[in-house]
């Protein structure tokens, strides 16, 4: 397993933007397929978007197709997730998520075995 941390979450208006951080320890992070998922009260954790080891592949939910953008910098240890043109309905709390067994089923959360402790994103109306 590999510690994480999120951060960058805030308060945005509709519209705007936020570009949350996923730092990971460790000199084998860039072994580890990187996922983004969210979960807004009452509802599931939901799958948003995956980056492969290198950064080379990427994938997203439909719902955040064309606005939010998973990038990593393996020299830092981090994995980004641009977040533009919010809408009320990405509110949540936001976690990224390690996977070192490089599964298939990307968007499935009980694939990884390394969550952070979460950042909340609020877009206000």
């Known amino acids: 397993q590999v510690p994480l941390v999120e951060s960058g979450g805030g308060t945005v208006q509709t519209g705007g933007s936020l570009r949350l951080s996923c730092a990971g320890s460790?000199?084998?992070?860039?072994?580890?397929?990187i996922g983004w998922f969210r979960q807004a009260p009452g509802k599931e954790r939901e799958f948003v978007a995956h980056?492969?080891?290198?950064?080379?592949?990427?994938h997203y939910a439909d719902s955040v197709q064309g606005r939010f953008t998973i990038s990593r910098d393996n020299a830092k240890n981090t994995v980004y997730l641009q977040m533009n043109s919010l809408k009320p309905e990405d509110t949540a709390v936001y976690y990224c998520?390690?996977?070192?067994?490089?599964?298939?089923?990307?968007?499935?959360?009980?694939?990884?075995?390394?969550w952070g402790q979460g950042t909340q994103v609020t877009v206000s109306s």
């Open positions: 998520a390690a996977d070192d067994r490089w599964t298939m089923t990307y968007w499935d959360h009980s694939k990884y075995n390394s």
């Open positions: 460790g000199r084998m992070f860039d072994s580890y397929a």
């Open positions: 980056t492969n080891w290198s950064g080379g592949r990427q």
